[in-house]
């Protein structure tokens, strides 16, 4: 709770003194970073900081697809298979990795190891397929690389 | 024949990302020039560069910043650097190869317009960016660029990134700034409009980075030079993203009627494989695609909206022969519907409806009359919705339908689609083996 407060201070100076509601977005990631994930209590956390209605810290955690409102896996692995993507052999990879991890998309491993599930377009296209592993960008991703990716998490 | 390179000419140079290199270069000389000269003027040469927004709507920059109402303050600048439209990556490197050039580009826009306070949204996925932005800030606040006195003048500007948190709808601009507020990303309705108002109910700017990062460039070489760079009422030069199945995908910068054809097949090396191309989409997802016959034209706005498409956000998507052109619209619409923010009934019913339709087609699970009630709803959504969002799910299909039917009756008739398990292209199944180099 203390880093909690400690960053979300800094954050806060970001904003104009009678707009601390704008800082919604970071609040809830920064207790995302800190919690795991958005329970109620953190949601009710971040609003009772801001000043805001806890509706209001609801209505922003369960918009954003960044956001977390259940618990996942130890590790989120996000996979492009937009339009640019798939052209370059993002659909195929789906495909493989759903079967090799044994789970639907967005589904976790029965080992509560790997969340794992299609988004859409990263803004990646020119260097396609791409996927987020815990928010870091993978770019120019061949089958072998994803599962030495994947193979490196714990 | 050298061609001449306003964005993406410190691309590469080692540390071109940090202050020290920007200056070497000649950097903030042209936010030094800007602050000795009268906002109005600064405003004007914008004005004669003939530079329109690189966001989608190609805008023309001068006369959107002439729009703020002469005596309500404060006024903000948002700059949007949300880049979520599929086929669109060129935001994200400049912001990774050259910070300075857009914060310089910024200081001089909020000069002219008596603007003290700017956020960069930046979308939540460009972690690396986003941290990288923020340092190169923190170097322009040590150095006195940005604070209370910008470079010694009695100017004050503060500027700070706001990440998002995924989510297209925030790239459109009054999402934009329902989000920076700590809302959800609903659209507002228009008007109002954010230059009269914005954010917190102030005269907000809203312009790409790309769009900003043009502006030193023209205070040091003046408007006239930019125009000169392009062609009728738009200037300078522009930032064309390439991918699918090119040799050599990757961020181009080019004159801003250059021509498509030209990019694809000598820019990029042409298709994988030595194949034919089928389609073309010119602009990012929502931009109606382009038959491979159509495709030698100029890319310049105007030119692009005479053949029926826009130019949007210079993203180009090249589909080869070997694909299945439903599959393909058939992930498009996916996205739309994904996206749609729920706010308005055509939009929210028309992208699930549009996307199940064409995913029956797909499959071979639809009728004739299908493609036809398929036809029939984009006119449904076309100007029925708050924002261009329900336009842009739309424009595809529309299309895709006109220049493709064929290929979607195929699939009606054939009960399934004829490219079986090779519906998105030969390339996907190659490009490692083929490609050797993707150009950024
Ligand atoms: C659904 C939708 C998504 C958009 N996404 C972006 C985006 O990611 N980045 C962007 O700069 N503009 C985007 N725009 C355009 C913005 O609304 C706005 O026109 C633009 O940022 C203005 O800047 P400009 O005049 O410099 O182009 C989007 C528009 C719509 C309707
Ligand atoms: S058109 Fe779609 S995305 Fe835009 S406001 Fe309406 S429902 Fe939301
Ligand atoms: S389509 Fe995957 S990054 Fe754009």
Known sequence: ?154 | MSETLILSQRWGKKDSHTLASYRADGGYRSLEKALGMDPPAIVNEVKVSNLRGRGGAGFATGLKWSFLPKDIRPRYLCINADESEPGTFKDRYIIAHDPHMLIEGIAIACYANDIHLAYVYIRGEFKKQAQILHDAIQEAYAAGILGPKVMGRDFSLDLHVHRGAGAYICGEESALMESLEGKKGYPRLKPPFPAVVGLWGKPTIINNVETLANVPWIVEHGGAAFAALGTGKSGGTRLFCVSGHVVRPGVYEKPVHYNLKKLIMEDCGGVVGGRKVKAVIPGGSSAPVLAAHEIDVSMEFDALKAVGTMAGSGGVIVMDESTCLVRALSRISMFYAEESCGQCTPCREGTSWMEGIIHRIEHGEASAADVDRLEQLTGNIMGNTICALGDAAAMPVQSFLKKFKPEFLAHVEGRGCPFGDHAWGLTQESREAVVGEMRV
């Open chain 1, 1 to 154: 709770m203390a880093r909690f407060n400690a960053e979300l201070g800094v954050i806060l100076k970001r904003y104009p003194e009678d707009r601390k509601a704008a800082a919604m977005i970071p609040a809830l990631r920064l207790g995302q970073e800190i919690f795991g994930w958005l329970s109620p209590a953190v949601q009710l956390l971040c609003a009772e900081r801001l000043g805001t209605s806890p509706a209001r810290a609801e209505e922003v955690a369960t918009f954003y697809v960044m956001l977390e409102t259940h618990p996942h896996g130890r590790h989120v692995v996000e996979l492009c298979t937009s339009i640019g993507c798939s052209l370059s052999g993002a659909h195929r990879m789906f495909q493989a990795l759903k079967q090799k991890l044994g789970v639907e998309n967005g589904g976790t491993t029965a080992d509560g190891r790997v969340t794992f599930r299609e988004v859409e377009c990263l803004g990646s296209c020119g260097t396609a397929p791409a996927m987020l592993v815990d928010e870091d960008m993978h770019e120019r991703l061949t089958l072998e690389k994803v599962e030495k990716i994947l193979g490196g998490l714990k």
